[in-house]
């Protein structure tokens, strides 16, 4: 079953974000946690760390599951993620790569790119970015 992304989900917006908020991780990691959990509900979990009343609750992890992989990110401090991908079969994680921020960004906008179904658009978000 392959669900659209729908209106919240603006690929240029991602985009120019990315390019922007790549020096600050935290930043890039709460603007993709609103903006994934909107877009793919049903692909997306996110959980929250901080104090159950606090005013501030930064993600504390974030997973994106896809036919064959599942991206996490995971904090591992104030402003410091740790970053996965695992190999998806049968429903059963096969294999994890810790990977870097950049490499872990490409390869879920690449995973991103086979449920949006627009493939232009996801090329030109790819091409800004980099």
Known sequence: ????????FDVELLAVTLREAHREA?????????????????RVTVTRGGFF???RRPVGELKARFE??????RRKGEGSYEFER?????????RTHRLGLEDWMKQLLAALAS??????????ML????
Request: charged letters at 25%; aromatic letters at 8%; glycine letters at 8%.
């Open 68 to 73: 064959e992989s599942e991206y996490r990110l």
């Open 115 to 124: 449920v949006a179904g627009s493939q232009e658009q996801v090329a030109a």
């Open 26 to 42: 935290s930043s890039l990691v709460e603007f993709l946690a609103d903006h994934l959990v909107q877009s793919l509900p049903e």
């Open 127 to 130: 091409k800004k970015y980099r």
């Open 86 to 94: 695992a190999d998806i079969v049968g429903g059963i994680a096969i």
């Open 53 to 55: 009343f606090s005013s």
């Open 1 to 8: 079953m392959e669900e659209g992304l729908g209106p919240a």
